[in-house]
């Protein structure tokens, strides 16, 4: 049993482990995995992508989710208690929560595997699936130049706990004052993407966009990168923001579906974290 807050707690060869459970999923094994156990989630209204993905994932490997809003954590009842009477019922638990304080705090009293599902601070899963999506495109993505595209925020800072554990390059392009510590920054996308391979994206709130708009993808800001190179965009992404729409109608576009492993990705570490 172990949990999985940050991507810098495991290895290469873990996040490898992970990508060959997803494989024996898709090719129907431990559909039976989860019977018999209950698995208590805490999302927010407003996911999407994530929740769908875990609750079918749960379903789907024959164990029953039991979901909370996030915010039911947010209350006077110390967290220790409550991991003390979550000890009792659930197997593992999946939290998507802004404070990542919270789910260290809580991985002090759980007897049960902690899944992050998402923080401010951070997006494990998310990145993971994405990782594996691309070894199924590209082959061995370590190879590959990544750029992001966007402020120091949780997909800028899980794209670098990424690149540290993997090692690939990664470089960022954002406004000043939006860096993140120890990579190399551009300040405009027509540089920025010269020599990478793969761009990634995140949304920005409406007052920090002016401060990027040297920044924005574009179909030929695109056509500077490398031969092949890919557009993968954190959903949900904006039309004429970070992304110009052009771009997204061309074969620079991962597409939709590049998400779909979201789903056996996600149950790959529900089985890793719980061991059995």
């Not at 939006?178 to 920025?192: K, L, S």
């Not at 793969?198 to 574009?218: G, M, N, R, W, Y």
Request: charged share 25%.
């Amino acid at each position: 049993m172990h949990h999985f807050i940050r991507l810098t707690d495991f290895s290469a060869e873990d996040v490898l482990r992970i990508f060959r459970t997803a494989d024996e999923i898709k090719q129907g094994m431990h559909t039976g995995f989860l019977k018999g156990k209950s698995i208590v989630l805490f999302f927010p209204a407003s996911s999407i992508r994530t929740r769908v993905t875990f609750e079918k994932g749960i379903y789907l490997l024959g164990g029953q989710p039991i979901l909370f809003p996030s915010d039911t954590l947010d209350k006077k009842e110390d967290i220790r208690d409550v991991c003390g009477y979550l000890n009792q019922w659930a197997d593992a638990v999946v939290m998507r929560h802004r404070d990542i304080h919270l789910l260290e705090k809580m991985t002090e009293y759980l007897r049960v595997p902690l899944i992050n599902a998402m923080t401010d601070g951070n997006h494990p899963c998310e990145v993971t699936a994405d990782l594996y999506a691309l070894s199924k495109m590209r082959g061995d993505f370590r190879k590959e130049n990544f750029l992001f595209v966007g402020k120091c925020g949780n997909i800028g800072l899980a794209w670098k706990e990424a690149a540290k554990v993997m090692g690939f390059t990664l470089e960022q392009c954002c406004g000043k004052g939006y860096e993140m510590d120890d990579i190399r920054i551009h300040y405009d996308i027509e540089t920025a993407v010269v020599g990478k391979d793969i761009i990634c994206t995140d949304a920005l709130p409406e007052k920090d966009l002016p401060s990027f708009q040297k920044c924005q993808v574009t179909l030929d800001a695109m056509k500077k990168a490398n031969e092949g190179a890919l557009l993968n965009p954190c959903p949900p992404f904006y039309r004429g923001e970070e992304v110009e729409a052009q771009v997204l109608e061309s074969p620079y576009f991962v597409g939709y579906s590049f998400k779909k492993s979201l789903l056996e990705v996600q149950q790959a570490i529900l089985m890793d974290c719980i061991g059995e």
